[in-house]
Structure formats: structure tokens, C-alpha cells
């Protein structure tokens, strides 16, 4: 029921900013540069199209983990994110400059070492409800967020059932794990992957990582997670004991059904073309004015 009522509170902001978006649009259609960024978004929609499961699968085998955070440190370090200060000596919770983290969780006298980053999900809810298309899925298995298109709408915050994205006030864009994109679109495992020294990490094909998985599940005597939940992750979970007890979603609140196929129906059924245009110009303007902001707020700084 929480799912629930989270689908629809996104739903009911979509219908309030709609309205703005019309108006919006008779300016937004006299806008040079706006339009340009309109032209910008229907190449994204083509490059958004692949839905379903990913050529790889990423495998997490939890009880082969014991937090050396070496996955974390070989994050920032590819993809250049700044080291903060932290509390503890590193970071716990996923951050606009942290993409992944290793939370230790207690559970029946034991500590589990729990990584978290992008489910990148088969059919992701993310990718349906951005308004400009910033989001998309690549046929590696890769859920990516296009920071120049991004506007800032947080759509995808609200709605992500793992709670992933984060918002940066100062940027005014979100982002999350991309899944080293930049490695495996080449054949290279990400870079977390590679450095992990236990073999809790592990990369490839889907087909045979899913059997690794399932080989390993049985081993143990254990779980698979991310097999079926919302329809299917190209991050995989395998645990001795059931991942929700370790801070994961239960698969029935979250469905084993794509939220997003059931996010487009009831938008598409919900929303007339017209509207949905004058909503989508409306965020395009948006996306203009923002940058323009932020140009003279860096304006502002370097005359300070």
C-alpha cells in the first residue's frame, strides 16, 4: 500500500506541473534554445528504447563479503567523485558523489556486509516517468542518467522502489551508479569488480551468471535476490539468509511485476497527447532557465 501510494503522489505533482507546462509551452515554442534541447530529447527517446534484460548480469554473494570497502574507494577513483569527510573513515549512505557503499548490518548475532549501488533494473519505473528523457537503459544492462538533459524533477527519486538516485541543490541534477558504462560497453568488467578480493563481485554474461548464482544459492542453501523483484535486476543478490532482513525491499511490497509497465499504462491512459506535450515543452524551458541560473550564480562566485 505504501508502494502504492508513493506511484500516486508522483502521479498527482505530474498533474499539478501540467498546467504550468501548457502556458509554458507558447513560450517555450518562440525559444531557440529551447528548442534545440527539444531536439536534444527526441534523440535520447531513441537511444532509451531498449527495455527488458541486460546482455550482463552483476553478482553480489554476500557472505563472501567482509567490507574492505576496496569497491567503494575503486568507485570514486573511476569515476573521479571527490573522497568527503567521513565519520566513520568512509561513506555509509549513497550520496550525489557516492554511488555505492557497504552498509554492515547485524542480524541474528552475525555481521553482514551489504553493498549498495543501482539495481538497474530490467524495466525500469525511472526511465518511464522522466519527462525528458535524461534517463535511459542501454542493451548492456546499464540504467544511465544524462546530466546535460536532466532538469531536475525528481520524478525518478520519488518513484525508484530501491531508493537510489540522489539530488544535488547545487547542480540541480540527479545522478546514481551507472554501472561503469564507459568499461563494459568495451567488454571490461566495472571497476568495483575488478578490484574485489574476496570474489564477492563478479561480472558477465547473463545466462552464465545466473547460473553461477543459482549453482552458488543452492551451495548455501540460500537466497537469490533481484531474479524477479519488479520484474527482474541486472544486480543480483546472493545471500544465506533473506536479503529484506539485511535492509532490502520485500518482493511483496515491491512486486515481482514491472512497476513500470503499470506506471505507462496509467499514465498513457491518464494523460492526453496534447497535454503531455505542452508538459514535456514546459519542462524543456525549465531545463533552459536553470541553467541560466546556475551560470550566474558560477558568475557571481568568480566576481566574489
Not at 553482514?112 to 519527462?131: A, L, Q, S
Not at 525528481?154 to 554501472?179: A, D, H, M, T
Not at 546472493?238 to 503499470?262: C, H, Q, R, Y
Request: with cysteine; charged share 25%; aromatic share 10%.
Amino acid at each position: 500500500m505504501v508502494r502504492v501510494k508513493r506511484l500516486r503522489i508522483a502521479r498527482r505533482r505530474f498533474i499539478k506541473t501540467i498546467g504550468v507546462g501548457i502556458l509554458a509551452s507558447i513560450i517555450a515554442l518562440v525559444s531557440k534554445r529551447a528548442y534545440a534541447a527539444t531536439k536534444t530529447v527526441g534523440v535520447l527517446a531513441k537511444r532509451m528504447s531498449y527495455r527488458g534484460p541486460g546482455k550482463y548480469v552483476y553478482l553480489i554473494d554476500i557472505t563472501k563479503c567482509d567490507g574492505c570497502m576496496e569497491c567503494v574507494i575503486a568507485c570514486k577513483r573511476w569515476n573521479s567523485l571527490p573522497w568527503g569527510n567521513y565519520p566513520e573513515g568512509y561513506p555509509t549512505e549513497l550520496e550525489f558523489d557516492t554511488w555505492t557503499v557497504v552498509k554492515k548490518v547485524a542480524y541474528k548475532g552475525k555481521t553482514y556486509y551489504v553493498k549498495r549501488m543501482c539495481m538497474h533494473c530490467n524495466d525500469p519505473i525511472c526511465v518511464t516517468v522522466c519527462p525528458v528523457n535524461a534517463r535511459f537503459k542501454t542493451r548492456e544492462g546499464a540504467v544511465i542518467v544524462d546530466t546535460k538533459v536532466c532538469v531536475g524533477c525528481k520524478y525518478c527519486v520519488q518513484v525508484c522502489p530501491f531508493n537510489i538516485p540522489r539530488y544535488s541543490e547545487e547542480e540541480g541534477v540527479v545522478r546514481n551508479c551507472w554501472l561503469c558504462y564507459n568499461r563494459i560497453v568495451h567488454g571490461d568488467k566495472p571497476a568495483c569488480v575488478v578490484v574485489c578480493p574476496t570474489g564477492a563481485l563478479d561480472f558477465g554474461e547473463r545466462d552464465k551468471m545466473l547460473e553461477k548464482a543459482r549453482k552458488r544459492a543452492k551451495e548455501i542453501n540460500g537466497y537469490l535476490y533481484g531474479v524477479n523483484e519488479v520484474g527482474g535486476t541486472t544486480v543480483i543478490y546472493i545471500s544465506d539468509v533473506p536479503m529484506w532482513e539485511l535492509g532490502m525491499p520485500k518482493p511483496d511490497f515491491i512486486g515481482t511485476s514491472s512497476l513500470a509497465k503499470l506506471e505507462e499504462e496509467q499514465l498513457v491512459a491518464g494523460a492526453p497527447t496534447g497535454i503531455a506535450l505542452g508538459f514535456l515543452i514546459g519542462f524543456v524551458l525549465k531545463f533552459v532557465e536553470k541553467r541560466k541560473a546556475r551560470k550566474r550564480v558560477e558568475g557571481e562566485r568568480n566576481h566574489g
